[in-house]
């Protein structure tokens, strides 16, 4: 999920009432991300099977992120990802006007295109740091150059395809 804590723990943002809160908070994008997550994607991170290398709790497990996705959103909402596959071709995907960016620390970079295809636009930002999401959340005076060049980069095309 794409969180800029503010002093919430790591636990805290995966407690159902965390995610069920809709109240805006230009801090928060990753009630967005869960829904995108929890109706087309997929791709719930887990606990590692072999206990002793998980980073995660056995507990974070399909089971709980179904629990979260109808607590966060009050209904029985589950990914169709053949269909999404069906939808947006899967590996094969070519769009127009898209920028995917992938964090050099990103565990979504292996979910994602990391390759530009005409006008859809990957890019790995390679910086200390810079895991998923970071080029959306508020920029701040430490950012990194190549953050700052990345989302000069994502600026810049917006603008030329909506001129």
């Excluded at 943002?13 to 230009?26: E, L």
């Excluded at 929890?38 to 980073?55: E, S």
């Amino acid at each position: 999920m794409c969180i800029r804590d503010r002093g919430k723990t790591q636990l805290e943002t995966y407690t159902y009432k965390y995610v069920a809160n809709t109240t805006f908070d230009p801090e928060r994008s990753d009630r967005q991300w869960l829904y995108q997550t929890c109706t087309q994607v997929g791709w719930f991170q887990t606990a590692y099977r072999d206990p002793k290398m998980a980073t995660r709790s056995h507990r974070v497990d399909l089971t709980y992120y179904k629990g979260l996705c109808q607590a966060a959103f009050g209904a029985n909402i589950w990914p169709d990802i053949e269909n999404t596959n069906n939808q947006f071709g899967a590996t094969l995907l070519r769009a127009t006007n898209l920028i995917m960016t992938n964090g050099i620390e990103d565990p979504w970079q292996w979910a994602s295109e990391k390759q530009s295809h005409g006008s859809m636009i990957a890019m790995v930002i390679r910086c200390e740091g810079c895991a998923h999401c970071i080029d959306i959340v508020n920029p701040k005076p430490d950012d990194s150059i190549r953050l700052v060049f990345a989302r000069l980069r994502i600026v810049h095309n917006f603008m030329r395809w909506f001129k």
